[in-house]
């Protein structure tokens, strides 16, 4: 066994401009980002890791806890995310922070992995499946008139590609919204999964409307249809309007889900390996999840390492409920734009015809190319 002592932890912020800005709900894109986390062992074994949020703000907090980390032994991964989350305690239960050590958790077990020589899905006792489906997750709005045009172009790109299940961003306002869904429906035709998301631009009333509006366009689930802090709101939209409601990306630990989880206030949750704590944290989640009977699909928004982290959970997340026939979790496939995704990894992960391998290779599976932190540095 190697000394998996920690010499270094170092964050990285890598920074892109977009060819073309896309909006969501609440902001436009103009450049993409990754705060990625590389931790280093007294042997040399590097683990990587990567943070949800605004690189720039990740990156300072990764480096408060660094001190606390290094000297640590690596595979006491479990001690150190909650003397990381104890210390910070009293300032930090959600956001940036929970963020920084869902980064250094993920290097942890990529870490792990490498020590060990096994990769994370089966150090989390799995895998109960190897591949997954993936839906594309995409279709945000531009600087540009022809909306309906580009994101059907848009659909037909993923399809030709050999995804069966698409996700549209909503939230330009409630009656543009209500057209919009009819007619990308319209568009890609009735045998088409159809997700939605309108990253909270509603409140309550609103979302009830619009679910009520296009209730029969066969809507998978209805994703953040109000702001997160509003488990009441959460519960009205769940309780009177028919489309499975779905959320989780902005919720923090366990602490977070417990209370969506106890007060049942969605169908589907969606913790993010990159915020909700990392590895351990988001196992837990799960697991809390399944003795509850709800469905969880991962929220993925990253780079490849984020992508492989999500993978390892994929291949152990429990069917719900088991059977013969079940329903298995869904990999989140960001498809928009993000030139620091495209070149991080020497081998990317990629979907074909609409399904993903979950890394079969020691830790998370992938190798950073080097050249691509140069090239992004911020
Ligand atoms: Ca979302």
């Not at 719900?320 to 496939?333: K, M, Y």
């Amino acid at each position: 066994m190697p000394n998996t002592n920690i010499r270094s932890v170092t964050p990285h912020v890598l920074m892109a401009d977009l060819a073309e800005p896309f909006a969501y709900s609440q902001a436009w894109y103009r450049r993409r980002g990754a705060m990625l986390v590389e931790v280093t062992t007294e042997d040399g074994i590097t683990g990587w890791g990567e943070a949800f949020g605004p690189p720039e703000l990740t990156a300072p907090v990764v480096a408060w806890l660094a001190p606390l980390v290094i000297g640590q032994d690596a595979m006491a991964r479990e001690a150190i995310w909650q003397a990381l989350y104890n210390r910070l305690r009293d300032h930090g239960q959600r956001g940036l922070v929970v963020e920084a050590i869902s980064a250094i958790d993920i290097a942890l077990w990529d870490i792990a992995g490498h020590a060990l020589g096994l990769p994370v899905h089966r150090l989390l006792g799995g895998p109960l499946r190897m591949e997954v489906e993936a839906y594309a997750t995409g279709f945000y709005r531009r600087d540009r008139d022809d909306h309906l045009a580009y994101l059907t172009e848009e659909a037909a790109q993923r399809r030709a590609e050999g995804f069966r299940i698409l996700k549209l961003k909503t939230g330009w306002g409630l009656q543009e919204d209500i057209a919009l869904t009819k007619a990308f429906r319209a568009a890609i035709g009735p045998d088409c999964g159809l997700l939605v998301d309108c990253n909270h631009a509603y409140d309550a009333p609103a979302a009830i409307a619009y679910g009520r509006a296009v209730a029969d366009l066969d809507i998978g689930w209805f994703e953040e249809p109000v702001p997160p802090e509003d488990i009441a709101g959460y519960l009205e939209v769940k309780a009177r309007q028919p489309i499975p409601v779905a959320g989780g990306e902005a919720v923090f630990a366990r602490w977070g889900f417990a209370e969506m989880i106890a007060r049942r206030s969605v169908d589907i949750l969606q913790p993010d390996v990159a915020a909700c704590g990392g590895i351990s944290e988001l196992k837990k989640i799960a697991d809390m999840a399944s003795a509850f009977g709800m469905r969880v699909n991962p929220h993925v928004w990253g780079t490849g390492v984020t992508l492989a982290a999500s993978l390892h959970l994929l291949a152990v997340l429990p069917d719900n409920p088991p059977g013969l026939f079940p329903r298995p979790p869904l990999l989140e496939l960001d498809r928009s734009p993000h030139p620091v995704r495209d070149s991080l990894l020497e081998v990317p992960i990629e979907a074909k015809a609409g399904r993903v391998r979950v890394p079969d290779g020691p830790g998370l599976g992938i190798r950073v190319d080097r050249a691509a932190l140069t090239r992004f540095a911020a």
